[in-house]
C-alpha cells in the first residue's frame, strides 16, 4: 500500500513536505509521483520521478515544488514552497509497482495512496 502524510492547513506562502512511503512485498518500484485534485476540478499532475531520478512537473508548479525518492525507503517526498490558495487541494501519491501476491504471483500495476489535505489560507 501507499501511505500519504504532511499535509495540512498552512498560510499563503508558506511550506510544506509530503511524504508517501510504499509498504507490503514490493520486488520493484518504478516511477513515483503526485498529483492533486481541487474540489470540482478533475485530478492533475504535481510531479514524477522515474527511478533513474529524471523529473517531471506541472506548469503550475514548476518552480515552487520539488520532487525527491529515498529508493532504500520506498518513499517519494514533495516540497511545497510558496503556497498560493490555488494549490488547496487534496494530493495523492502513486507508484509503477510490482509485488507479490499473497499466492506468490508477481503482480505489476499503479497503485495510488489515500490522499492528504492541503489547505492554504490567507
Known amino acids: 500500500q501507499l501511505q500519504a502524510s504532511g499535509g495540512g492547513l498552512v498560510q499563503a506562502g508558506g511550506s510544506l513536505r509530503l511524504s508517501c512511503a510504499a509498504s507490503?512485498?514490493?520486488?520493484?518500484?518504478?516511477?513515483m509521483g503526485w498529483y492533486r485534485q481541487a474540489p470540482g476540478k478533475q485530478r492533475e499532475l504535481v510531479a514524477t520521478i522515474s527511478s533513474d531520478g529524471t523529473t517531471n512537473y506541472g506548469d503550475s508548479v514548476k518552480g515552487r515544488f520539488t520532487i525527491t525518492r529515498d529508493s532504500a525507503k520506498r518513499t517519494v517526498y514533495l516540497q511545497v514552497n510558496n503556497l498560493d490558495f490555488e494549490d488547496t487541494a487534496v494530493y495523492y501519491c502513486?507508484?509503477?509497482?510490482?509485488?507479490?501476491?499473497?499466492?506468490?504471483?508477481?503482480?505489476?500495476?499503479?497503485?495510488w495512496g489515500q490522499g492528504t489535505q492541503v489547505t492554504v489560507s490567507s
Open positions: 507490503g512485498r514490493i520486488f520493484s518500484i518504478w516511477s
Open positions: 502513486n507508484a509503477d509497482l510490482g509485488y507479490y501476491s499473497d499466492s506468490d504471483e508477481p503482480v505489476v500495476l499503479i497503485k
